[in-house]
């Protein structure tokens, strides 16, 4: 009983931490340069992580707004995708240097809130494309507001910080 026991402690261990041993840029798919998608403490890395987010957002995101009903969304799909990527690095790297601070920086607090919500929002257009038909739409119109507040809370970030 007691091996039993033991064993069916460890497993979910295991399991979770090979669940979460994955780096950040094996997670999704990208054809981002490692620069944009590898965790940095470099504010400038960050910053040129979240400009390149917000670049790559924008263009997604017109790219939805033109989209017709039978239109191919692979690329624009493909662009939010290293949208997600780089926000998610920058989020990163910003989680790092928060940890690092002895005092709580409240500019890099509000900083790290913002990316860290603009890579929860930035998420949805990429991970909930579905095939042509009825719900397209809705999916368009759900993208287009979700990637329109992830431009907004980049841009706030980058007049912030740092």
Request: glycine share 6%; aromatic share 8%.
């Amino acid at each position: 009983m007691a091996r039993g026991h033991w064993i069916a402690l460890t497993l979910p261990l295991a399991l979770a931490a090979l669940f979460f041993a994955s780096t950040p840029g094996e997670a999704q798919k990208t054809t981002l340069p490692e620069y944009y998608n590898k965790v940095s403490s470099d504010p400038k890395v960050i910053v040129s992580q979240i400009q390149m987010g917000l670049e790559l957002e924008k263009k997604a995101l017109a790219a939805f707004e033109a989209a017709g009903p039978a239109d191919d969304l692979t690329e624009a799909h493909l662009t939010a995708s290293n949208a997600y990527v780089a926000i998610r690095a920058a989020r990163d790297g910003l989680f790092g240097l928060k940890g690092r601070k002895k005092l709580a920086d409240p500019v890099l607090l509000l900083a790290y809130e913002k990316t860290n919500a603009a890579w929860n929002r930035s998420r949805g257009p990429v991970d909930h494309m579905p095939p042509m038909g009825n719900l397209r739409a809705g999916y368009l119109s759900t993208s287009i507001r979700q990637m329109n507040e992830v431009i907004a809370w980049l841009e706030q970030v980058l007049l912030m910080w740092p």
